[in-house]
Structure formats: structure tokens, C-alpha cells
């Protein structure tokens, strides 16, 4: 039972460059969502979609895109990286929101020179 | 003042012995909290979900305080598999989806 799948695990970059991380969950949830985890500063929400069709902006998000390409599967995409965005990144999803209960994928460790 | 505060740690604990931390949150509108422990370098996994003024499970027991606006949760019988940064969720069920807001999480060390 994979889960929340995310790809690529690890990333270096240089400034400027642009990149997509991919998400994908196999469990029907209807909400999707990206966080970035940085020493100290707790996961911070980028983006978020409570269904399919349908993104919206989270804490932090500018630098970012999101795609709802389906129900299963929403990317995150970097346009021009920045040394800001090195971070932890991690997709998550749920049923419904009010359970509380995200379930994480392994997280994207991206570096930006 | 941020919305969710957590003593960062690490909260060094035997083996054995009983650990309690507190996470304070700003937002008095927080219906529903929940913890989550995340190992090192892991990603977050959901531990406990407190709808009401607290909850238990096995060693885990999670205590609410509403007037004072805080969430404890305390760890009995200690295990080296507790090693681990536990963060704090407070959540409005009017909120909008995406809204679960994130402490920075507590750190604890078990040792034997």
C-alpha cells in the first residue's frame, strides 16, 4: 500500500532553474496539500486543494504552482528557484479535514545553490 | 505572539520515566487538536486527535486547557522508540480546509 508517493526524494538546483515535484496518493482522498518544513519554522502550508479542480493558496506561496492534475495526483512547481526555497518538502492528503489526520509522503529534499 | 508555540526541547528523558510537554496556542477559536510525531528525517505521522478536553491512548495522554489556551500531552513508561519531535495542531472546524496550523515541535530523547 504505497500511500502519498512524492518524486523526486532529493534535488539540487541552481538559482533560476525551474523544477516540478510530483505527488501522488492511491487511498480516493479528495484533499491535497504541499507543505515546507525548515529548521525551527514547523511545516508551512504552500498550497492546498480540498478537491479536484480546485487549488488554493496556503501560508506561503509565492515562488510556487500548484497543479490538480486529478484526484490522485497534485505537483509543485519551483519557476525560477531561489536559495529561499531550499527546504524539506512534503505532500500530504486526507479524506476529510475536520478528522485531522494528514498522511504525509516521505518528503523532497531540495537544495538550491 | 505566533499562533502555535512549542518548547523546542530536547527534553531528555530515561528510559522508564514520564515526560510531559505543553504546546500554547493563540487562536481561542482552536475546536480540535491534534498531535503528530515526526522521526528524524521522517515525515509526520498523526499520533493522537483531542476533540474534547483530553485523551488517552496507552501511554499517551493528551490534556487540554482551554481557559489558559493549551494542549499537553504526556508520555508514561518512556521507550527508546519515543525518541522523536512532536508537533502540535490546533484546528477551527469553521476553518477553511487547508488551514491546519503546524507548531514547530517539541523534541524528545529517550535514553537508556
Known amino acids: 500500500n504505497a500511500g502519498v508517493t512524492q518524486t523526486p526524494k532529493f534535488q539540487v538546483l541552481k538559482t533560476g532553474q525551474s523544477m516540478t515535484l510530483q505527488c501522488a496518493q492511491d487511498?480516493?482522498?479528495?484533499?491535497m496539500y504541499w507543505y515546507r518544513q525548515d529548521p525551527g519554522m514547523g511545516l508551512r502550508l504552500i498550497y492546498y486543494?480540498?478537491?479536484?479542480?480546485?487549488?488554493d493558496k496556503g501560508e506561503v506561496p509565492n515562488g510556487y504552482n500548484v497543479s490538480r492534475l486529478n484526484k490522485r495526483e497534485f505537483s509543485l512547481r519551483l519557476e525560477s528557484a531561489a536559495p529561499s526555497q531550499t527546504s524539506v518538502y512534503f505532500c500530504?492528503?486526507?479524506?476529510?479535514?475536520?478528522?485531522?489526520?494528514?498522511?504525509f509522503g516521505e518528503g523532497s529534499r531540495l537544495t538550491v545553490l | 505572539r505566533k499562533e502555535v508555540e512549542q518548547d523546542p526541547g530536547p527534553f531528555n528523558v530515561p528510559e522508564g520515566a514520564t515526560v510531559a510537554f505543553n504546546c500554547t496556542y493563540s487562536?481561542?477559536?482552536?475546536?480540535?487538536f491534534f498531535w503528530y510525531r515526526q522521526d528524524c528525517r521522517k515525515e509526520p505521522k498523526l499520533l493522537m486527535s483531542?476533540?474534547?478536553s483530553g485523551n488517552e491512548d496507552g501511554r499517551f495522554t493528551a490534556q487540554l486547557n482551554r481557559a489558559s489556551q493549551y494542549i499537553s500531552l504526556l508520555i508514561r513508561d518512556s521507550k527508546l522508540s519515543d525518541s522523536a519531535t512532536y508537533l502540535c495542531?490546533?484546528?477551527?472546524?469553521?476553518?477553511?480546509?487547508?488551514?491546519?496550523?503546524f507548531g514547530a515541535g517539541t523534541q524528545v530523547v529517550v535514553t537508556p
Open positions: 486543494s480540498a478537491s479536484e479542480g480546485t487549488t
Open positions: 500530504a492528503s486526507s479524506e476529510l479535514a475536520f478528522t485531522g489526520e494528514l498522511f
Open positions: 495542531v490546533p484546528h477551527m472546524t469553521t476553518d477553511s480546509w487547508g488551514k491546519f496550523q
Open positions: 483531542v476533540y474534547s
Open positions: 487562536n481561542s477559536a482552536s475546536q480540535s
Open positions: 487511498m480516493n482522498h479528495n484533499s
